[in-house]
C-alpha cells in the first residue's frame, strides 16, 4: 500500500483531532462502547406505581463491578422509587447514566419525608447523569409546611456527597421536598443545561445547593423554586456560575454562613450573566449575627439584570430567624473583596442596595462597578452600614460606601 501524500498528514491530524475534541465536548459518545445496563432488564417498571428501586440498584451494582466504563439506561416511562443509596468505590471511573424517562417519588411524603435524601451518590468517581425528569411530588408536605402542622423535614432529591469528577447535564428536578441538587463534599463537578421547577411558595426547595466543595460549574440553566435558586454553603471555593435564570425564588445566596463558631469560610466565586426575574433577593452574602471564625473573600458579580427584584443587590449580617440565638450578637463572618460590576435593571423596593455588615467586623474591599438600578422609573437608594470600598463608572443609585 503507498504512503499517504505528505499533503495528507496535515488533514488526517486535523480530523483526529476535530473527533478527539468532538468526543470530550460530548462525554456520552465516549461511553459508546461501554457495555449497558438497563434498568428494565433488572425488573424495573415504567408503570409509576411499582417500587423499581431493587433494580436500579442491581443496575448499579453491575455498573459498579465493571472494570471497563459502564452505563445505565432509563428507558421512557415513569419508574417510582423510594430511597435509593448509589455506594461508591467501584472498579472504574466512568459510569454514564442516561435517563429518558421520569423518576417519580412516593406520593406519600412521609415515605421518604425523614430520609434526608431521596436519591443520594456517595463515594463515587467519574459518574455523568445525562438528560431525565426528577419528579419529587414535595406538593403535599409544602402543604403540611405551610399549614404549620409538625411535618418531616423532607428529602433532598439528588445529592453527590464525597465525590469527584461529576456531570449531570440537561436534568430536570420538579416540586422537590427540600433542596433540588445538592453537592456536598465534592471536587470537579459540572451541572449543565439544568432546569428546576417548583412553586414560589414552596418552602426550602432551594434549587442547587453547594458547600464544602471545591471547583464547581453551574452553567446554563433556569431555576424557578421557592428559596434560594442557588445557595452556597461554608467550604465551597472555586464556583462558576454562568448563565442562569433565576426566578422565582430567594436569588443566588453566599450563606447563610456562621452558624457554627467554628466554619470554614466561602472564597473565589464568580457569579455572572445571570438573570433574576421577580425574586426576593438578587445576589446575596447572608450571615447570622453571632459569634463565627467564617469569612467571605474574592467573590464576582458580574453582569446581572434584575427585573422587579425585592433586593437587587444585599448584604445582611444580622440574619437572625426568630430572633433566637443570636439578638444583639455580631457577626464573626469577615466579608471582604466583593466586587459587583454591571449590574442593572429594576428594583421592587426603594432601597436598591442594602450593605448591612456586622459591627465588629466590617465589610471591606467592596467594588461597585458600572451600576444602574431604577425604582419606579427613578433612580434607587443605597443604603451602608459598617462597610467601606470603592465605586467607579456609572453608578446608580448613588454610592454610600
Not at 426528577?134 to 406538593?139: A, E, K, P, S, V
Not at 430572633?323 to 464573626?332: L, R, T
Not at 454591571?342 to 436598591?352: C, E, N
Given at each position: 500500500m503507498a504512503n499517504p501524500e505528505p499533503k495528507a498528514i496535515p488533514l488526517l491530524l486535523l480530523l483526529l483531532k476535530s473527533f478527539l475534541l468532538f468526543v470530550l465536548l460530548n462525554p456520552s459518545l465516549a461511553q459508546a462502547g461501554a457495555i449497558t445496563y438497563n434498568v428494565v432488564s433488572f425488573g424495573a417498571k415504567p408503570d409509576g406505581k411499582t417500587d423499581s428501586a431493587k433494580a436500579f440498584l442491581n443496575a448499579w451494582a453491575n455498573a459498579c463491578r465493571s472494570t471497563a466504563p459502564a452505563a445505565i439506561y432509563v428507558p421512557p416511562g415513569r419508574f417510582l422509587l423510594g430511597k435509593v443509596v448509589f455506594n461508591g468505590q467501584c472498579s472504574n471511573k466512568a459510569i454514564s447514566i442516561t435517563i429518558d424517562g421520569t423518576l417519580v417519588a412516593p406520593s406519600n411524603y412521609n415515605a421518604i419525608g425523614n430520609a434526608g435524601n431521596w436519591l443520594l451518590f456517595q463515594h463515587v468517581d467519574g459518574v455523568s447523569i445525562h438528560g431525565g425528569v426528577?419528579?419529587?411530588?414535595?406538593?403535599g408536605l409544602w402543604a403540611c409546611k405551610n399549614s404549620g402542622k409538625s411535618c418531616p423535614s423532607g428529602a433532598t432529591t439528588l445529592q453527590f456527597s464525597n465525590s469527584n469528577n461529576i456531570f449531570i447535564g440537561g436534568l430536570t428536578s420538579l416540586n422537590s421536598q427540600l433542596f433540588h441538587i445538592a453537592i456536598n463534599g465534592c471536587h470537579n463537578v459540572k451541572l449543565q443545561a439544568v432546569t428546576v421547577t417548583a412553586a414560589g411558595n414552596s418552602p426550602n426547595t432551594d434549587g442547587i445547593h453547594v458547600q464544602m466543595s471545591t471547583g464547581v460549574t453551574i452553567l446554563n440553566s433556569k431555576i424557578r423554586t421557592g428559596d434560594d435558586c442557588v445557595s452556597v454553603g461554608p467550604g465551597t471555593s472555586g464556583l462558576w456560575i454562568e448563565n442562569v435564570a433565576c426566578g422565582p425564588g430567594h436569588g443566588i445566596s453566599i450563606g447563610s454562613l456562621g452558624k457554627d463558631q467554628n466554619e470554614p469560610g466561602v472564597q473565589n466565586v464568580t457569579v455572572k450573566t445571570v438573570t433574576f426575574t421577580g425574586t426576593q433577593n438578587g445576589v446575596r452574602i447572608k450571615s447570622w449575627g453571632r459569634p463565627s471564625n467564617g469569612f467571605v473573600k474574592n467573590i464576582l458579580f458580574q453582569h446581572a439584570v434584575m427585573v422587579n427584584v425585592q433586593n437587587p443587590i444585599v448584604i445582611d449580617q444580622n440574619y437572625c430567624p426568630d430572633?433566637?440565638?443570636?439578638?444583639?450578637?455580631?457577626?464573626?463572618v469577615k466579608v471582604s473583596d466583593v466586587t459587583?460590576?454591571?449590574?442593572?435593571?429594576?428594583?421592587?423596593?426603594?432601597?436598591?442596595?442594602?450593605f448591612d455588615c456586622s459591627s465588629k467586623n466590617p465589610c471591606s474591599g467592596i467594588r461597585m462597578q458600572d451600576v444602574k438600578l431604577t425604582y419606579q422609573n427613578q433612580p434607587a437608594q443605597a443604603s451602608c452600614i459598617h462597610a467601606d470600598g470603592t465605586a467607579t463608572g456609572f453608578i446608580q443609585p448613588e454610592s454610600c460606601l
Open positions: 426528577l419528579d419529587g411530588q414535595g406538593t430572633n433566637k440565638g443570636c439578638p444583639g450578637q455580631a457577626s464573626g459587583y460590576q454591571d449590574i442593572r435593571g429594576t428594583s421592587a423596593s426603594q432601597v436598591a442596595v442594602r
